[in-house]
């Protein structure tokens, strides 16, 4: 076969035009069906013609099914990240009549990282000598960019990476308020689809919970305890069988109500009748009170 002899479409038989081929591992394929196949699919040239035939059956139940997506939550700026959280799915594209381009769903359970990459692009800034020649300044001046990239690797059988700029316009100077927006739009999406994050965060909402309940349980103790203070205000416990009571001999083994003697917590001097002292200590004048009872 020549060079220019005509070449047809091992996927959709149509013939195809000059410069229209697109090469695969063992056939042909016509730019037309080459648009039809995912994004984010690197390995055509490596893909075999019924492999080629599979991804495009994919990618029809594919825009089948975002008829019934519905996202509820957008991230991003220029390349957005569609969620529908009630399905655990969600797609990227840039495009805001999504419907029509056929962006994979994927699913968040499929996803197993999705990491940010910032690299810094500096260019130098120079100036003109006597001679109108271009030198450096002394010392070097540089002028600065910033590109947020994000990285999601999923466990798919058509692609196993989505990769693309998150920023749409770079910022100069990592100080800056749109340097700030973008790291903090990068957390979110991280927030968002990696696993490794989700877990952190649920983690850390259940020990609030925790931390929650044990502080109203801390609380409800307090409020308590005055109330089962008050409720036991003139019992007294038999050292002999431990039941409470309230008379003058136990109800449960008949035992007496044991007396409590005082002491003089100055001199340590015990009246006669350690039930009934007088009132001040004989030996040093202190008086008696409760703080003398033993």
């Known amino acids: 076969m020549g060079l220019f002899d005509k070449k047809y479409c091992d996927i959709c038989g149509q013939k195809i035009g000059l410069l229209g081929n697109r090469k695969l591992e063992d056939g042909n394929c016509c730019k037309d069906c080459a648009a039809k196949l995912s994004p984010w699919m690197t390995d055509r040239r490596q893909s075999t013609v019924e492999e080629i035939k599979q991804h495009l059956a994919y990618r029809e139940e594919n825009a089948r099914r975002l008829h019934d997506l519905h996202p509820n939550r957008v991230l991003g700026n220029g390349m957005k990240i569609y969620i529908d959280e009630s399905k655990g799915q969600f797609f990227v594209t840039r495009y805001s009549n999504w419907q029509d381009r056929n962006p994979d769903i994927i699913g968040l359970d499929q996803v197993s990282s999705c990491t940010v990459d910032v690299k810094e692009h500096r260019d130098e800034i120079y100036t003109k000598d006597a001679e109108g020649k271009r030198v450096s300044y002394n010392p070097p001046r540089y002028e600065y960019e910033y590109e947020f990239r994000i990285t999601i690797l999923v466990n798919s059988p058509y692609f196993s990476e989505i990769e693309f700029e998150l920023t749409d316009n770079r910022p100069e ?15 979110e999406i991280r927030r968002a689809l990696d696993p490794e994050m989700k877990k952190q965060d649920l983690l850390q909402d259940q020990l609030k919970q925790v931390l929650t309940q044990g502080i109203a349980a801390m609380a409800g103790a307090a409020q308590a305890a005055p109330a089962a203070a008050a409720n036991t205000d003139g019992k007294w416990f038999c050292p002999n069988c431990g039941q409470p009571n309230n008379g003058n001999f136990c109800s449960g083994c008949g035992a007496k109500k044991p007396v ?30 409760a703080d003398d009872r033993a």
């Not at 100077?173 to 957390?187: G, H, L, P, V, W």
């Not at 003697?261 to 008086?287: H, L, M, S």
């Open 173 to 187: 100077d990592r100080y800056s308020q749109a340097y700030i927006n973008y790291e903090r739009q990068a957390e």
């Open 260 to 289: 409590r003697a005082y002491r003089c917590d100055k001199c340590g001097w015990v009246p006669d009748d350690p039930a009934n002292p007088p009132r001040f200590c004989p030996q040093c004048g202190d008086p008696f009170t």
